[in-house]
């Protein structure tokens, strides 16, 4: 079938009308930073205090997203660059539905985050830069994965052998390497409160 042959189709149930019936804005909360930062742990406890507040969410992680949408896709630039692509249109089809998604991904172009940030009405794309130092992703390295690409078993990984381009102006940059995934979670809930993401009445979960 050709292109020309595609027509997008409009609904009668839009974005307003879904999260209207969620009582919630919908978001792309963007989770980036290299590998063993710190990303998955810090969406995964934030997706668990919004679930228990009540909140619509989803959320998107690296390794599972290639298990199944993108098991097809190696770790070139351009298969890293596709991979982010691909989740993005998931994403933007979450927010579609009136969801809170959280997309934890190293994404280590600043055009492909941009890409994504493109996708969606302005205002529903949080960046969030999970900075921990080489040193300390190294120190945790839960997979190993640092290790194998010392020993050259894995090539082209992020921060040794291929690059990770910092956000410039992420709404959020949590510096990982210092704060606990408790800090890390007050710090986000702040910011989504004060920016009127989230419902009032916020109070920072106990260390």
Request: net charge negative; glycine share 8%; hydrophobic share 40%.
């Amino acid at each position: 079938m050709s292109g020309n042959n595609i027509v997008w189709h409009s609904h009668s149930v839009d974005q307003r009308t879904r999260a209207k019936q969620k009582s919630q804005l919908p978001l792309v909360i963007w989770f980036t930073g290299l590998s063993a930062s710190g990303k998955s742990t810090i969406a995964d406890a934030l997706e668990q205090i919004l679930t228990h507040q009540g909140y619509h969410t989803y959320l998107l992680d690296g390794d599972n997203v290639r298990h199944g949408l993108c098991k097809d896709l190696k770790f070139s630039d351009q298969d890293r660059q596709e991979n982010i692509r691909r989740v993005g249109e998931v994403a933007k089809l979450m927010a579609d539905a009136g969801l809170i998604t959280l997309a934890a991904f190293i994404s280590p172009f600043r055009a492909d985050r941009r890409l994504v940030r493109n996708m969606l009405p302005e205002g529903q794309f949080i960046e969030v830069f999970v900075d921990a130092p080489l040193t300390v992703c190294r120190e945790r390295d839960p997979k190993g994965l640092y290790a194998k690409a010392d020993r050259g078993e894995i090539k082209q990984f992020t921060g040794i052998d291929s690059p990770y381009e910092e956000p410039e102006s992420p709404e959020l940059h949590i510096h990982a390497g210092e704060a606990t995934v408790t800090d890390a979670v007050n710090q986000l809930l702040a910011y989504l409160h004060e920016t009127g993401v989230l419902h009032a009445g916020y109070e920072p979960i106990a260390v």
